[in-house]
């Protein structure tokens, strides 16, 4: 926000929201300024609500072919292609990497050492329309990290997402070319963090051929 808010007093003044929403929306967040520098923290649910700018990752896992697994979701009444795994930087976070291992494990159970992801990019998001809830903005920095796996991994990576089908309303974990990613996001049936992403990722692909 341009005014420097008051945390603590915002803090307290929902604190009985807090303690009725539920774990993941009372999760508690660092709070950035536009220069990406700490102001304070705020619980989740509050971020989203007032536009607070927050840290979150993504994954990108690839195959040794080149191709990109997506979850295929039921949610907005159609079916979405998004990232496999993404979360927010909680204050128990050490670093960007740091939250996306202890996402890793919590979303699909999956155990890396942090030198098997590579950064590939970080970049501000700000999102005010088309939300799910109507009344929150999502003002993110984001961390776009990459997983490559070889051929056996493929093969067995997909077993790490089985309780996604029951947890959450995923239907579908497949490996995608990313010329049928390309395209998906044009026609607009994407979450919005794949459609954000895929072109920081397709120039880092360049810078890195």
């Known amino acids: 926000m341009k005014d420097m808010i008051d945390l603590k007093t ?32 705020a619980p989740r649910f509050l971020c989203h609500r007032l536009g607070l700018i927050h840290q979150v990752v993504f994954l990108i896992i690839e195959d040794y072919d080149g191709k990109m697994l997506l979850q295929t979701r039921g949610d907005f009444n159609k079916r979405r292609y998004d990232l496999p795994v993404g979360g927010h930087m909680n204050i128990d976070d050490n670093s960007p990497i740091d939250a996306l291992c202890r996402e890793m494990r919590e979303e699909i159970g999956l155990e890396v050492h942090q030198d098997e992801l590579s950064l590939i990019c970080s970049y501000m998001r700000k999102v005010k329309e088309d939300l799910k809830k109507p009344k929150e903005m999502n003002c993110e920095l984001r961390y776009v990290y990459l997983y490559k796996v070889n051929k056996n991994q493929s ?39 794949l459609c954000a992403t895929i072109p920081h990722y397709l120039i880092w692909k360049l810078q890195n051929r």
């Open 10 to 41: 915002l803090m307290e003044l929902v604190s009985c929201n807090v303690d009725s929403a539920k774990k993941s929306d009372a999760e508690i967040l660092e709070v950035l300024n536009e220069n990406g520098e700490s102001v304070g923290t």
């Open 155 to 193: 093969n067995s990576i997909l077993s790490h997402f089985k309780d996604r089908f029951e947890k959450e309303m995923v239907l579908e974990i497949n490996w995608f070319p990313l010329e049928d990613i390309i395209k998906n996001c044009d026609l607009s049936n994407a979450a919005d963090g």
